[in-house]
């Protein structure tokens, strides 16, 4: 038989943690940058843009007749898209550890 406040004390620390990993992961910050640095992103564990850096050096190249304004998104792109991911790895990292090794369906990779 399933103990009703056994129950409620399971939500409670289910809660309790599913707050200590939202804070963990706001202040997780992730970098990741592209085309040797020229392009730099910082990003949380929630996977929220903080900053985008962009090298002057990758804008002068903007000057003139025909800018190469598609290589700088596709660096812009590059490194966002590589902060999420290790965003992504962050997350699963702090679900495993809260976890500490449990395996639930949909959550372990």
């Known amino acids: 038989m399933i103990n009703p406040?056994?129950?409620a004390e399971m939500f409670s620390q289910a809660s309790q943690m599913?707050?200590?990993?939202?804070r963990k992961l706001a202040a997780?910050?992730?970098e990741a940058t592209s085309g040797g640095g020229?392009?730099?992103a910082?990003?949380?564990g929630k996977k929220e843009l903080l900053k985008l850096h962009i090298d002057p050096a990758a804008v002068a190249g903007?000057?003139?007749e025909h800018p190469d304004v598609e290589m700088l998104?596709?660096?812009i792109l590059a490194a966002v898209n590589e902060a999420g991911r290790k965003a992504d790895d962050a997350i699963q990292s702090?679900?495993?550890?809260?976890l500490g090794g449990m395996k639930i369906p949909g959550l372990n990779a």
């Open 94 to 98: 702090s679900v495993q550890g809260m």
């Open 18 to 22: 599913q707050d200590e990993m939202k």
């Open 73 to 75: 998104e596709d660096l």
């Open 5 to 7: 406040l056994k129950m």
């Open 28 to 30: 997780t910050v992730i």
């Open 62 to 64: 903007l000057s003139g």
């Open 42 to 44: 910082t990003m949380n």
């Open 38 to 40: 020229a392009v730099t």
